[in-house]
């Protein structure tokens, strides 16, 4: 792209986020990248406190995070990815953005210590694992024993957390949520969760 292109003009919408992609990428927008308007207000209840580390749990190009540390410079986001060609491109876009709050990285969530982080987000990042769903990409090994594993060490981890963790599920259905967390909030018909932990 020719020339600067300001924050304010890249956040207007979807298609503009879209702009900064390769085609192969923009291929999954639609089925596996967070809404600008669900990233705003997920970012609003995750990041409302100075400092705040919030990590999204399978961050693909790195929509979340990047509209996220746009809209809330107070927080830090981080996101992990087991792609690392899709790492490789929220950290180009990223570099493109100017934003210093957020940062990226290649790995498994089961690689990940929850400790490190304050709040959660989370877009059924497993959900690739059950049959008849649409999948990213081929590289990667799936299977239901694999979405049940994931979602069980999640839940493990996430009831290790303190009192007051927040968490913000999209599309999920929402086995790696502990009993301990409670709604306070939902949206588009209750696919937009927010939770927060007694």
């Not at 792209?1 to 291929?27: H, K, R, T």
Request: charged share 25%; net charge negative.
């Amino acid at each position: 792209m020719d020339g600067q292109v300001l924050p304010e003009d890249w956040f207007i919408s979807d298609g503009s986020f879209l702009q900064f992609y390769p085609d192969a990428i923009q291929a999954y927008a639609k089925s596996h990248w967070t809404p600008i308007r669900v990233a705003k207000k997920a970012a609003d209840f995750l990041g409302a406190e100075a400092g705040a580390r919030v990590l999204d749990i399978g961050s693909g190009a790195g929509k979340f995070c990047l509209i996220a540390a746009h809209y809330r410079p107070g927080a830090f986001f981080y996101g992990v990815e087991q792609r690392r060609e899709m790492v490789e491109q929220a950290n180009r876009v990223k570099a493109l953005t100017g934003l210093k709050n957020l940062a990226f990285m290649h790995g498994n969530i089961t690689s990940v210590d929850l400790r490190s982080y304050d709040h959660f987000y989370f877009y059924n990042s497993f959900y690739e694992n059950l049959i008849g769903s649409e999948r990213v990409s081929d590289d990667l090994e799936y299977s239901e024993e694999l979405y049940n594993y994931y979602n069980r060490y999640l839940y493990r981890q996430l009831d290790q957390t303190p009192s007051g963790t927040r968490l913000v599920t999209f599309h999920s259905l929402e086995p790696e949520v502990p009993r301990d967390f409670h709604v306070v909030a939902s949206d588009m018909g209750n696919l937009l969760k927010f939770w927060v932990k007694e």
